[in-house]
């Protein structure tokens, strides 16, 4: 059964800082790992889908990794601000190619000024 | 020009009525999806549909009921509410496995 962890639950930086948020994962053998990002009162919204095959990929200040073998992922933030200030979730396929996502229960950042 | 919308964005009922949560999304997704955030913001899916299909239902009441008139649709009815039921619910769509999922804005409802 797949399970997904974020550590740490909560995370306060100074404005300017970079930081790295992970994602572990139970069942390497997946499709994919997207993070999410979620605003109070509002939806998730998508940051990054990686696939199985790529090692990282990049949408400007943010990069996020995928190490499958150890069944790991981090979100990396260049630079934060404060309008980073959101809770940060990642998800996984339950198994393989399936539809069903698992999400951890997210890191809440907060960035200040 | 909002991609997933859901209405409506409270809703506040007792137990035991009967209530229902629109969703709609304008990208020209194929699978729709419903997912429940608690009050410990854990998320976990619910159901999906693919072209009008049920493709997920996962150990959910059957007091639950989605339902797809089409493909840019999924509604979720819920009867015989109970104060358990008090959640955020989230309608999310993607056009393919390998494709970001989309959320709308959440419905937060409260049972009393």
């Known amino acids: 059964k797949q399970e997904v962890t974020q550590i740490p639950a909560a995370l306060s930086v100074p404005e300017g800082e970079n930081l790295v948020l992970n994602c572990s994962f139970t069942?390497?053998?997946?499709?994919?790992l997207q993070w999410f990002r979620q605003d109070p009162g509002k939806g998730l919204t998508s940051l990054l889908l990686?696939?199985?095959?790529?090692r990282e990929q990049t949408s400007g200040r943010l990069n996020a990794s995928l190490d499958k073998s150890s069944g790991r992922s981090t979100l990396y933030i260049a630079a934060s601000q404060p309008g980073d200030s959101a809770t940060y979730l990642c998800a996984v396929p339950t198994q393989g190619g399936s539809e069903k996502l698992v999400f951890g229960k997210g890191t809440k950042l907060t960035v200040n000024p | 020009d909002t991609a997933v919308s859901q209405t409506p964005k409270y809703l506040v009922t007792q137990m035991g009525n009967d209530k229902s949560i629109k969703c709609e999304q304008n990208l020209g997704h194929d699978t729709m999806y419903w997912y429940k955030q608690d009050s410990k913001k854990f998320l976990k899916i619910m159901f999906s549909?693919?072209?009008?299909?049920?493709?997920i239902n996962e150990t959910v009441p059957n007091r639950f009921s989605p339902k797809s008139p089409d493909k840019a649709h999924l509604n979720l009815h819920i009867n015989s509410l109970e104060l358990g039921d008090s959640a955020v619910y989230f309608c999310a769509s993607s056009q393919s496995l390998n494709s970001p999922l989309h959320f709308g804005n959440g419905t937060r409802l409260t049972v009393t």
């Open positions: 549909y693919n072209n009008k299909e049920l493709i």
């Open positions: 990686i696939q199985s095959s790529q």
């Open positions: 069942d390497s053998a997946i499709y994919n």
